[in-house]
């Protein structure tokens, strides 16, 4: 038999037995009401009803007459027990209620106050102080409503504990004063004690629900209630931080779309303007144009076809901003500048539309330009050009004073020519602070009958003295050719040259327009003069005014090699393995631009040109205007050593020279 009540499928006899009850269900049964029965009746069923009163059900031996009882004592205990936690429940339950009606609250004004923070920063502090206000007065109402609630419990379960108290005491006297004298005054006592205890028990009850359901209609008409005012005023002040928003939103975006609307117009209008005013220039060419190729002398117009108007290189260059020299000037397209110092022309050749950037990021359309041939003279011979010179062995830094001196050249390096030997020498003379000295060990040449030269600076010309050297480390060591000591260079530049383009003579020569004997200046400490430093003016110096005003610095990637860098003088810093970009306004094309590869994929200097790609090597080949294949001189270096560098050999193929080698060189630049 299982007893149930309105809290949840309960049996009382499992209750029983938790408070220390032993036996059977009939031995329980029995127990509540004796083991004679009522008058001799036996137990056989027991229910709570909807209060949770126990009512048990006796059946009379005799004549099966059925009838329903109250409990004793243990049912009264019980009971009570029941009803304090069914009190407990309740309260529990409008604590929970209430907790969660308070948080849901909170969540709800800080959703909408972090809403409006993040929707507009002019209404920041309206909604703020208003949802603050609204969540103050959501949890006061619901702390409030929740301690009514709990105070309104808490009393019904003291009068309901009070009454059933009573009443428990009263039955058990009346118990315990008829127990002797039978049965049937037990009965008696027992059934005015079940219907004192019933009563009790319905009082308690009906008190402790009713306070228990109005606490809680009370507590959620509290928590309603500020539930309802917290949204309302949340609501509320979101949507005047929204209308704000929207409204400043729409006054944005109208004004940004009417700035934009007049900007692309102004636009569209001065595009227009230079376009119509390019097209009257320059007509876009037709099928009956095909063979035809414009040029540009000194920056005018010498139209091979007489059809076309005379303009200047800053029609060029508008046209180029405008990103229209891809129509007008295609790759292979040709122009010509007159070069005063040789007093010869220079054929540009387009080899790329905005491939090289302009170092002026305003400017977002270049046209790539290399001569169609090798720098040359009237007479269409290539003008040869040393890319760096032999550098020294030893700078003096401190000054050095008359004596023997020796040093040592790298170890497995050129062994059959004295690599890796020591050699001594004595000086005569001293050499000053920030002289030099020279030893020009050349080309299948043996170490031991090159000569030391010291000098009294880097750019001097005359030496200070020449001797001899011995094999053999007599004297005070200077160190060892293999960048370990400081002021002692390398082996591979003191042989040959540098192969650093950013620290070349020929970069030097490239960007100066100073006449001859002013184009050179040394760049790193170990720096000796080119071959033609005296004898070349630079190569700006020749070309017309309105061209270079349309050739804009250019940013030119470059690389080190892997072997060995030194720091230049004006302080920038070198690391082998490394890639760098130079501002420059002419330049040499690198192997990448022509080839398309790269010696390392990590240690890129360019990319290729649209004018090289697909080409062969035969064409390729650099030519001097007399049609001669020639030796041309790329900037990338050779980066297995420290002195070749990069070059276009006459069959077109890629190869690599010693930077010492006077070779041709073919310019580049861009219009910007």
Known sequence: MAIEKDLGAVSAYAIACENGFEGTEEEWLESLIGPMGYQGWSVSAVRATTTGQLIFTVTDPKTGETRELDPVQGDTIDALKEIEDAAEDAKNQVKEAANAASASAVKAVE??????????????????????????????????????????VSEAQTQATEAVGTAKTQAVQAVEDTENTGVSAVEDAKSNALTEVGKAKTTAVDAVNAAGTQAASDAQTAITAAKNQAVSDVQNAGQSAVGAV????????????????????SVQDAG??????????????????????????????AARDPGYPAETWADIQKIVRLGAAPRYF????????HDSTNDTDIIWRVVGHDTIKAADEALTHSMVLETKYVYSNSAGSYI?????????????????????????????????????KTYSFTLTQPVPAGGVIMF????????????????????????IETVGVTEGANGTSLGTADSSTPNMNHTHRIRYGSNNYAQSAVKQWLNSNEGAGSVWKP???????????????????????DFLAAVQPAIVPCRTNSVYEVNSLDGKEFAISQTYNLQDRFFLLSRPEIYGTWDSAEVKDGELLEYYSGLTDAERIKYDPASSARYCRLRSPDPGNASSVRNVYTSGALYSSNAYNALAAAPACIIA
Do not use: H
């Open 272 to 301: 227009t303007a230079e376009i119509e005013k390019i097209n009257d220039i320059l007509p876009v060419p037709t099928e009956a144009d095909n063979g035809k190729i414009l040029t540009v002398v000194d920056g005018i117009w």
């Open 111 to 152: 959703g909408a106050q972090n809403a409006g923070v993040q929707a507009v920063g002019d209404a920041k502090t309206a909604a703020v102080e208003a949802v603050t206000s609204a969540q103050t007065a959501g949890v006061q109402a619901v702390q409030g409503a929740q301690t009514a609630a709990i105070n309104a």
């Open 246 to 265: 929207e409204e400043a939103q729409t006054t944005g975006v109208q004004a940004v779309e009417d700035a934009k609307t007049g900007a692309v117009q």
């Open 523 to 545: 760049q790193t400490k170990f720096d000796r003069p080119p071959t033609w430093a005296n004898s070349r003016a630079g190569f700006v110096a020749g070309l017309p005014e």
């Open 440 to 463: 020009p060990w050349g080309y299948n040449q043996q170490a031991s009958e090159t000569k030391i030269s010291t000098y009294a600076t880097q750019t001097d010309a005359s030496a």
């Open 384 to 420: 040869s050009m040393q890319f760096d010179a032999p550098e020294t062995l030893y700078y003096a830094e401190s000054g050095l004073e008359a004596g023997t001196y020796n040093f040592t050249l790298l170890a497995g390096y050129d062994e059959t020519y004295g690599g890796g």
């Open 330 to 337: 295609p790759v292979g397209y040709e122009f010509i500048t």
